[in-house]
């Protein structure tokens, strides 16, 4: 009875001591437990991403501000316009109403038509500084590719709509003398001064290149183009100083 008895205490003195002298398994950290989940990773990645996007967007929207908005196919032409405009030589100064009207060999610029009285506008010259309406009224439609483009030119028709003759500008020397696909024929004459003068949608060319012609000497007969059918009869008539198309209305003297 007596070592039974004692057989028990044993056990429990030597589990006791098992216990005791084992080293206890270290228990996971928080951070530890937190990271070992497989959702944490992704939503750290994601909440950064956020982060990132939040700041350029909010980046982007500051720069936006100070710009204007965008209006699809028309605002590439409206800054293209204006750039076209203030890089004009003599721009700034023609758009002046005490603008003296432009010269060549002594001569000053005029209209490609005879007796202006006669004759109307079909199709303004494209200003950015001008109205909302005047800058649409002035905007070709290319039914080609559905595009918008700033008039560069004055077109003009007579008021009866009959044909009538175009007439050089200036004395010069006609660099071009051809028929296009989209706007008749056409007729560009080189003057000095980095001038030139540009007579589109016509229907006949009375000049060749390389010829001299005087300043109101009929160069061609007025028609029609693809781009601007519209219109009927008419001739399109631009001013270039230096490669920039400028407002021909601001460069010839009042008749």
Known sequence: MSNEGNKTPRKLDESSRSIAGTVPAARPSGWRKFFSK??????????????????????????????DQVVPGQASVENGAKAMNQDAVG????????????TANG???????????????????????????????AMVLNEIDNTYTPHTAVDL????????????????????AE??????F????????????????????????????EQGQVIASAGQSELEADEGTHVH????????????ANWIKSE
Do not use: C
């Not at 750290?44 to 100070?66: P, R």
């Not at 001569?107 to 005047?134: G, H, Q």
């Not at 028709?157 to 071009?176: E, I, N, P, T």
């Open 107 to 137: 001569e000053t610029i005029r209209w490609p038509v005879d007796k202006l009285e006669n004759f109307t506008t079909t199709m303004p010259f494209y200003e950015a500084s001008a109205s909302d309406e005047e800058r649409q009224a």
């Open 38 to 67: 497989r959702w944490v990773f992704p939503a750290a990645y994601m909440a950064a991403a956020a982060i990132i996007v939040t700041i350029l967007w909010l980046n982007a929207g500051g720069q936006g501000k100070q710009t």
């Open 186 to 213: 056409e007729v560009q004459i080189q003057h000095d001064n980095g001038l030139v003068t540009v007579y589109q949608s016509l229907k006949d060319i009375k000049v060749s290149v390389g010829q001299d012609v």
């Open 179 to 184: 028929q296009t696909p989209y706007n008749g």
């Open 157 to 176: 028709a007579r008021k009866d709509a009959k044909d009538f003759d175009v007439m050089a500008a200036l004395s010069g020397k006609v660099k071009v």
């Open 237 to 248: 008539f631009e001013v270039r100083s230096n490669d920039q198309s400028v407002n021909p």
């Open 91 to 102: 721009a700034e100064e023609a758009s002046s109403p005490d603008a003296a009207p432009v």
